[in-house]
């Protein structure tokens, strides 16, 4: 059973260091997270715990999100490094762990992978990653066909998401960093 008090606590601090939307967000990707989780036999709890702080360092200054990134024993390629949008995934993972005492390696590494996967994603990795894409808030052009996914299958699920961020990535010049491709490679053989 989840612990209220405990995610009373992470509530308070995502209200007191993030926008309404982000965590309004926050609370839309926890119970997204929730619903996959059921559907696809992860963990509840876990599901809604990562979801509800995945984005938890993503409005510290970046100087900030550099400085945890830097010192952050996790393993965080050159392309990442020198890619701002990504850091308040590490520095989410860690912060976690100083604030809240996490130590469960399966909700870390969720946050940790959220923005680019990695191999071998668990399946929780896989429901937050995915939960932060089809969250109630989201309204890119083709959300409601990841939504279709999603409820269908999570490996064709991420298959498709990963087929979009290497596609996106290469369309605008971006360089990909090697964990997204792993994913990628991972999840393809999922294809129709
Ligand atoms: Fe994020
Ligand atoms: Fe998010």
Redesign the pocket.
């Known amino acids: 059973m989840i612990n209220k008090k405990l995610t009373g606590k992470y509530k308070t601090y995502l209200k007191e260091n993030l926008s309404k939307k982000?965590y309004n967000?926050?609370i839309n990707?926890a119970n997204a997270a929730v619903r996959l989780a059921k559907r696809y036999g992860a963990d509840e709890d876990k599901a809604y715990i990562a979801g509800l702080l995945?984005?938890i360092a993503?409005e510290m200054p970046l100087e900030e999100q550099l400085e945890i990134v830097t010192g952050s024993p996790l393993d965080v390629c050159e392309i990442e490094k020198k890619a701002p949008a990504l850091y308040h995934a590490v520095a989410g993972a860690e912060l976690i762990q100083t604030l809240f005492n996490i130590s469960d390696r399966e909700i870390i590494d969720a946050v940790r992978y959220?923005?680019v996967g990695c191999k071998n994603m668990t399946k929780l990795s896989q429901v937050i990653y995915l939960a932060?894409l089809i969250?109630e808030d989201r309204d890119y052009k083709d959300v409601n066909k990841m939504r279709k996914y999603a409820e269908k299958s999570l490996e064709r699920a991420m298959c498709e998401a990963f087929r979009f961020s290497v596609k996106d990535s290469a369309e605008k010049g971006n360089s990909i960093p090697v964990s997204t491709l792993e994913a990628y490679n991972d999840f393809i053989i999922y294809k129709k």
Do not use: L
């Open positions: 982000r967000h926050s990707v995945h984005d993503k959220h923005t932060d969250s």
